[in-house]
């Protein structure tokens, strides 16, 4: 079987590392894959944007350019990622007559806590409905995503499954602590690396809420207490001049460019989320392996995999992941238990081979 991934963006982010494990993975077992993202040489008019505005034509020349990369490549199956890859791919597999569809939602774009106006909300939703006439298959990263699919009846519930994304956490190399708090400390210029260490992993743009996280930091009285976010992204002078408005210069450090992020996971304490929309975030799953408490906001898979391992928060609502902060630093056997018990989850179900053997048997179904 020849396999195409689809993806709109070649970055860092989660969807990113689904697509790459999964290729990998499903090629040692024997199959033909091949990657292709929006933007490249092939798919240049794939993109996020819309070129020029409700005019869609940046999104009909990428149909075009898909449809004779479909033609040309013959897959058996294509697999698609991202909302614009889903919609735009799925129409083009289908009229070039590739045998099967199948559809990962990282998260659907339409979901209530995600920043959306009501127009826009439902403009996803009729969208997502049309592309699921082309998908026979499509995979949601936890059950409240696939609750939000059956809710706005996106596709007929025989086509939805879910399969939780996967770590190969015995692949995770996490440097040890005090190397990780040292080069940490030396590139933030906190003055030291002691105290309490506050941290998150992510992207800096409007679905990561980074703001809620600077302002809950500001209401943790812990003299002790710093706080931390490695990432980069459109939203950093934002972020930065947040910061300085609420002076936490000395507290609060975002660090860019500090690439792989997770060996650094071991500098901190407590690891925090304040996402406003996440299907299953790997930035979670390798703080669980590296052993820490998590604070995560009530938003998309989240919940399911921190029930009883984590502590779980409203999102858009800094005062309570301060009062989750305070809640760990003040119990910190409970943070252990929390701690330990995701650690075990994550080994028993969140692990890389469940997930590439559950899409496998999606492809052969």
Sequence with gaps: ??????????????????????????????????????????????????????????????????FFLFKKERPDLVHLNSS???????????????????????????????????????????LHKIAARFQDKIINVSEYDKSLAIRHKIADEKKLNTIYVGLDWKNLNFLDRRTARKTISTLAKTGTDKGVWIGSIGRLVTEKSYHDFINASALVK????????????YLKVKLDRLIKKRELENKFF??????????????????????????????MLEAMAAGLPIITTRVGGMP???????LVMPPQQPEELARAINFYL?????????????RQFLKDQLNLANMVEQTKAVYLS
């Design 84 to 126: 614009k890859a889903g919609v735009i791919g799925a129409i083009a597999a289908k009229l070039a007559g590739v045998k099967k569809v199948v559809f990962t939602a990282h998260g659907w774009v339409f979901n209530p806590d995600n920043d959306l106006g009501l127009g826009k909300r439902w403009f996803y939703i009729l």
């Design 304 to 310: 399911e995999v921190m029930d009883g391992r984590g």
């Design 1 to 66: 079987m020849k396999i195409l991934y689809l993806i709109t963006k070649d970055d860092v982010g989660g969807a990113q590392k689904y697509v790459r494990d999964l290729s990998s993975e499903i090629k040692k077992a024997g199959f033909e894959t091949k990657i292709v993202t929006g933007g490249s040489q092939e798919i240049k008019f794939l993109s996020n944007k819309l070129r020029p505005y409700f005019l869609f034509a940046n999104d009909w020349l990428a149909m075009i350019e898909l």
């Design 222 to 233: 812990n003299p002790e207490a710093k706080f931390f976010i490695i990432g980069d992204g």
């Design 254 to 283: 975002i660090l860019s460019g500090l690439a792989p992020a997770a060996p650094y996971l071991s500098a901190f304490d407590i690891f925090l989320l304040s996402s406003i929309k996440e299907g299953l975030p790997y930035t």
């Design 330 to 342: 003040k119990n910190q056997d409970k943070a252990a238990y929390f701690a330990k018990s995701g």
